[in-house]
Nanobody
């Protein structure tokens, strides 16, 4: 069973920064995708950022230039650096992972798959609240 545990959420003022971390229990050899999605109260899930086993990254348009996804050298910790935060970034943020390669890979982007809830594993989430 793969476990993902997020940390680093909290409150920030608009224009501020937060850094989320996600510890992943699985060995990451082979093809994988990792990412972050968010869900605000009353709104649909949004895929925010993704990274694959080749190091390619992708982002939701509204966070491009403000958020950065990365991994540590051991590839078992995922990060999301969030700068220039906006009130509309307020949401529960979840890290997610998929391996093997995943079945959705031939028809969806990683951001689409995150938005659709198709990643196989995700954590319990961490709340991010941005005030104006």
């Amino acid at each position: 069973q793969v476990q993902l545990v997020e940390s680093g959420g909290g409150s920030a003022q608009a224009g501020g920064s937060l850094r989320l971390s996600c510890a992943i229990s699985k060995n990451t050899d082979g093809t994988y995708f990792m990412g972050w999605f968010r869900q605000a109260a009353g709104k649909e899930r949004e895929g925010v950022a993704a990274i694959d086993s080749d190091g390619r990254t992708s982002y939701l348009d509204s966070v491009k230039g403000r958020f950065t996804i990365s991994q540590d050298s051991a590839k078992n910790t995922l990060f999301l650096q969030m700068d220039n935060l906006k009130p509309e970034d307020t949401a529960m943020y979840y890290c997610a992972a998929d391996f093997a390669p995943p079945l959705w890979m031939s028809r969806l982007t990683a951001i689409q798959a995150l938005s659709s809830g198709l990643f196989a594993f995700w954590g319990q989430g961490t709340q991010v609240t941005v005030s104006s």
